[in-house]
């Protein structure tokens, strides 16, 4: 009886540490991954981002030609 209890144990402890290795390697995996998607939104966002302003730079810029051509005109 006590040989197989230090069989099983024996056992049980080498399947826990396959599945906790297991774990680790996937795990570093999903890490690659979300890294990889990370630095794409990020590049999205600035790209995004700059668009933006540009459109608010020329909006400005318009605003103010016209607020200008107005004055000119007094």
Same mark, same amino acid.
């Given at each position: 009886?006590?040989?197989?209890? =230090?069989?099983? !144990?024996?056992?049980? $402890?080498?399947?826990?540490?396959?599945?906790?290795? !297991?774990?680790?390697? /996937?795990?570093? /995996? %999903?890490?690659?991954?979300?890294? !990889?998607? &990370?630095?794409?939104? +990020? %590049? !999205?966002?600035? =790209?995004?981002?700059? &668009?933006?302003?540009? /459109?608010? %730079?020329?909006?400005? /810029?318009? &605003?103010?030609?016209?607020?200008?051509?107005?004055?000119? +005109? $007094?």
């Amino acid at each position: 009886m006590n040989l197989a209890a =230090k069989r099983f !144990e024996r056992r049980l $402890i080498e399947e826990v540490s396959r599945l906790r290795l !297991e774990f680790h390697d /996937g795990l570093a /995996g %999903v890490r690659v991954e979300l890294h !990889e998607q &990370l630095a794409t939104t +990020r %590049v !999205e966002t600035f =790209k995004w981002s700059f &668009l933006f302003w540009i /459109g608010q %730079v020329a909006a400005t /810029g318009l &605003l103010l030609a016209y607020m200008l051509r107005g004055v000119a +005109r $007094i």
